[in-house]
């Protein structure tokens, strides 16, 4: 989604917000812009493009400012849709939607107000201005009790010497260090705050003189408390790597042994051994993108582990499903960023429908865990690559752990075993892997099909998934025994299968599936676990990438080769891995 920042009570207040932009330009990379409040007024750089598109704006100066990177939802990437928006004195950046835009829009050109873009954003500086009397509080008050949707602002106003922060359903946390701050999320407040709040839905900030002053939407004063900004939120740059995807690659091992002494000294596993007494009757585990497949992979073994019926739902499609009563339903919602707007909402409709959530996030302040009963850190650090790589895997083992520990009796220890194990596994295949030619063999392919059977199939998904997001090439991922049931009518010469083995009671049927992609003139590559290598199966597959078995965790082990797969093949193409077109890290818009 889109990034916002805002600074107050500092010297060059540009310079701090360009980094800051920085930072925060996994959010959104189609536009970003510069507001600065000078003596000589509001001061206002945006453009097009990347954050350093306006890196001119650092030399604006300024004791207050706000910042924003966009992920375009209304109006294309244009210097006219750039936030900043200003208009009467205010200067405006917005992360969210105003559902209610076009209506207000209507209201506000109607008594003359001219609009220079086609965003929703652009009706808050507008209704600002309108309500503002001499008062900003009033002003920001007014203006936010007629918005619908969800908004995190930034304000900047010319005759207030700092800046104005709301939120409601978007992120926003204040920090307070060498001045004030706010900002999207804790890496982009990282070497500016020591102590940071986390506002709730209907708070507003105000960055003065005097520090912060905090109320609600009806205009009473609220407190927040302040604390020290945790030392994981904070963003490492990247450490020597070309690129952040190989860095959080590399940081797997250590994703996955946080996760696991996490879920320990936060008691998850009590907390666990409690529900599992009040019984449950079914399992639901719920997220969108990489995080979909990290509830996948869990749901295949936790069928068999739990005794319940265990199933995994994309939360854009859950949340619009009508459901009967789930109470007795343990609700497990999966996301790294804990904004999701879908999945948020689903865990929402499925509390309201009297499940009890779990929500398994990386971010702890995210709006994910106020809605869940049970919050399962993942601790893969702060993931800046859009990619998701260490907190699938740190998702993968969170969601494993959970389910032993539902489970109870040996099975707790046994996974806490395990996953030591699959992290060590994990080092070896990433200083291992032959990734390399199979990534080659990608780049020059017209189409990667990846298949898997069983567990393996949510790694064939993920598989695919990740070489789509950065490198651009078309694909599928497929159960290996659907293949042949339709999509081997795609098979070619130019075409390239991926087939993940790490089940040996399936090796033999994903084998068969392969033989069937060579039979028809396709290539074929392999990712296949120890002792899952089957007669020929090397001479048949042009690539064959060995990696070590994890009985409990296949897929946690299988996403290293698949995830440098498509890391090399972006390098090799030329595309940008950490900033692939389109997307955005965290989508906070449905
Ligand atoms: C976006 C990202 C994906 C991510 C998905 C879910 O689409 O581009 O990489 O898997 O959101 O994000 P979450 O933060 O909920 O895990």
């Known amino acids: 989604m889109c990034g916002i920042i805002a600074c107050a009570g500092v010297r060059r207040a540009?310079?701090?917000?360009?980094?800051?932009?920085?930072?925060?330009?996994?959010?959104?990379?189609?536009?970003?812009?510069?507001?600065?409040?000078?003596?000589?007024?509001?001061?206002?750089?945006?453009?097009?493009?990347?954050?350093?598109?306006?890196?001119?704006?650092?030399?604006?100066?300024?004791?207050?400012?706000?910042?924003?990177?966009?992920?375009?939802?209304?109006?294309?990437?244009?210097?006219?849709?750039?936030?900043?928006?200003?208009?009467?004195?205010?200067?405006?950046?917005?992360?969210?939607?105003?559902?209610?835009?076009?209506?207000?829009?209507?209201?506000?050109?109607?008594?003359?107000?001219?609009?220079?873009?086609?965003?929703?954003?652009?009706?808050?500086a507008h209704l600002l201005a309108k309500y503002y009397r001499?008062?900003?509080?009033?002003?920001?008050?007014?203006?936010?009790?007629?918005?619908?949707?969800?908004?995190?602002?930034?304000i900047l106003h010319e005759e207030f010497g700092g800046f104005a922060a709301v939120k409601y359903r978007s992120p926003v946390i204040a920090g307070y260090g060498s001045g004030c701050f706010a900002a999207s999320d804790m890496p982009a407040l990282s070497g500016l705050a020591d102590r940071v709040a986390v506002l709730k839905d209907g708070q507003i900030a105000f960055a003065g003189e005097n520090g912060f002053t905090f109320c609600d939407f009806d205009g009473n004063a609220v407190s927040l408390t302040f604390s020290p900004l945790p030392p994981q939120l904070r963003s490492g740059g990247k450490a020597g790597f070309p690129h952040y995807m190989i860095k959080e690659i590399n940081e797997i091992p250590a994703a996955i042994r946080q996760t696991a002494a996490a879920f320990e000294a936060e008691g998850c596993a009590r907390a666990?051994?409690?529900?599992?007494?009040?019984?449950?009757?079914?399992?639901?585990?719920?997220?969108?993108?990489?995080?979909?497949?990290?509830?996948?992979?869990?749901?295949?073994?936790?069928?068999?582990?739990?005794?319940?019926?265990?199933?995994?739902?994309?939360?854009?499609?859950?949340?619009?499903?009508?459901?009967?009563?789930?109470?007795?339903?343990?609700?497990?919602?999966?996301?790294?960023?804990?904004?999701?707007?879908?999945?948020?909402?689903?865990?929402?409709?499925?509390?309201?429908?009297?499940?009890?959530?779990?929500?398994?996030?990386?971010?702890?302040?995210?709006a994910l865990t106020s809605v869940a009963d049970v919050v399962v850190p993942v601790r893969a650090g702060a993931e800046i690559c859009v990619a998701a790589t260490k907190s699938y895997c740190g998702q993968c083992a969170a969601l494993g752990l959970t389910f032993c520990a539902l489970a109870g009796g040996r099975h707790y220890g046994r996974a806490k075993r395990a996953l030591a194990e699959a992290a060590a596994m994990c080092a070896d295949a990433i200083s291992g892997c032959a990734a390399e030619d199979a990534a080659r063999a990608c780049a020059s392919a017209?189409?990667?099909?990846?298949?898997?059977?069983?567990?393996?199939?949510?790694?064939?998904?993920?598989?695919?998934?990740?070489?789509?997001?950065?490198?651009?090439?078309?694909?599928?991922?497929?159960p290996a025994g659907e293949l042949k049931h339709g999509p081997i009518a795609l098979i070619d010469g130019g075409t390239l299968t991926v087939a993940v083995i790490t089940d040996p009671a399936l090796a033999e049927k994903t084998a068969s599936a392969v033989e069937q992609v060579c039979a028809r003139g396709g290539r074929a590559a392999v990712v296949c676990a120890e002792g899952c290598e089957t007669a020929g199966l090397r001479g048949r597959a042009e690539y064959f990438i060995a990696i070590p078995r994890s009985e409990l965790f296949p897929a946690i082990v299988a996403?290293?080769?698949?995830?440098?797969?498509?890391?090399?093949t972006a390098v090799i193409l030329g595309r940008d891995p950490d900033k692939p077109r389109n997307l955005a890290k965290s989508v906070t818009v449905e």
């Open 446 to 478: 017209s189409a990667v099909y990846f298949i898997g059977r069983g567990a393996d199939y949510p790694s064939a998904l993920e598989g695919s998934l990740k070489l789509k997001e950065v490198s651009y090439i078309p694909g599928e991922g497929y």
């Open 134 to 154: 001499g008062d900003l509080k009033e002003a920001v008050i007014r203006t936010v009790r007629r918005l619908k949707g969800a908004f995190a602002l930034c």
């Open 14 to 124: 540009s310079e701090i917000l360009y980094k800051g932009l920085c930072d925060l330009e996994y959010r959104g990379y189609d536009s970003a812009g510069i507001s600065v409040r000078r003596e000589d007024g509001i001061v206002t750089v945006k453009r097009a493009g990347r954050v350093s598109a306006i890196e001119c704006a650092r030399r604006l100066g300024g004791d207050a400012g706000i910042g924003h990177t966009r992920w375009a939802t209304h109006g294309a990437p244009t210097d006219a849709n750039a936030h900043p928006h200003n208009f009467g004195g205010f200067s405006v950046v917005h992360n969210g939607i105003i559902e209610n835009y076009a209506q207000l829009k209507a209201e506000l050109a109607a008594r003359g107000d001219e609009f220079l873009s086609q965003t929703d954003s652009e009706v808050v």
């Open 559 to 568: 996403a290293v080769p698949l995830q440098l797969i498509a890391y090399r």
């Open 272 to 366: 666990f051994a409690k529900l599992r007494r009040k019984k449950f009757s079914q399992v639901i585990v719920c997220g969108c993108g990489t995080a979909y497949h990290a509830a996948l992979a869990a749901a295949y073994g936790g069928e068999e582990l739990l005794g319940v019926p265990v199933r995994a739902e994309t939360a854009g499609e859950y949340r619009y499903r009508r459901r009967r009563k789930l109470s007795g339903t343990l609700f497990v919602a999966v996301s790294q960023s804990g904004e999701t707007a879908d999945t948020v909402e689903a865990a929402r409709a499925a509390k309201a429908a009297g499940a009890r959530v779990i929500a398994v996030t990386n971010v702890p302040y995210s």
